[in-house]
């Protein structure tokens, strides 16, 4: 079955300093969803990626399809400590469209 | 606009009671979605609902199983517990099934089994 693959588990940076987690998929996507999930919440739907190559921003945050509809990045610009928890990749596959969860990159962000 | 509610928020059984988890969908959603969060983990799709009927369930074994109610609302229903069911459940509604309808998900439902 899709299989989705997020690097690094684990992210220490400094307020400040620039973050980046990868997400990669066994098979070619449709579309792909990032989600933020804050210590003891419940995951927050961020913005949905579909065609190839497409770059999307939100203020500090931008978001990237591969071209073959395989991979994603998220790119935080001057990382705050608002920006602290779990962001999650969801990738969603022709006919079913139910989201794939990776397992997602935790982003720690010392003051 | 009422959000996802979950119910119970916490939960603590023994191996192999029975448990039900309840979900009420945000207003104008009419598919649910379910799914298991173990710790450290991202979530595990369980099932879908669309229009009271399963759209999709994941690898999760017969034991799993659901509802969806006339109002949107869901059950998640889990018998002969084991220790390894210890998650966070998670349930989200969505506007429709499409790919264009992002997850909206509940607080979720922390069972432990013990």
């Known amino acids: 079955g899709q299989q989705v693959m997020q690097i690094p588990q684990y992210q220490h940076v400094q307020e400040g300093e620039d973050f980046t987690t990868y997400c990669n998929s066994s098979?070619?996507?449709?579309?792909i969803q990032w989600y933020k999930q804050r210590p003891g919440g419940h995951p927050v739907f961020l913005i949905q990626l579909v065609k190839s190559g497409e770059v999307k921003k939100q203020k500090r945050l931008t978001f990237q399809f591969g071209e073959a509809k395989k991979n994603s990045s998220l790119h935080i610009t001057a990382t705050q400590t608002t920006d602290v928890g779990t962001y999650f990749c969801a990738g969603l596959t022709g006919g079913s469209y139910i989201p794939t969860f990776g397992r997602g990159t935790s982003l720690i962000v010392h003051p | 606009e009422t959000g996802v509610t979950q119910s119970p928020t916490h939960l603590i059984k023994t191996r192999g009671q029975q448990v039900t988890l309840r979900c009420s969908s945000q207003?104008?959603?009419?598919?649910v979605s379910w799914y298991q969060q173990a710790l450290g983990q991202g979530p595990q799709f369980i099932f879908q609902?669309?229009?009271?009927?399963?759209?999709g369930r994941g690898n999760f074994p017969p034991r799993f199983s659901g509802l969806q109610f006339p109002n949107y609302s869901s059950e998640l229903n889990v018998n002969a517990l084991e220790l390894d069911d210890s998650a966070l459940y998670l349930c989200?509604?969505?506007?429709?099934?499409?790919?264009?309808?992002?997850?909206?998900f509940g607080n979720g439902t922390r069972l432990t089994v013990t």
């Open positions: 609902y669309y229009r009271e009927e399963e759209n």
């Open positions: 098979t070619t996507l449709s579309n």
């Open positions: 207003s104008g959603h009419n598919t």
């Open positions: 989200a509604s969505s506007a429709d099934r499409g790919p264009n309808s992002p997850l909206h």
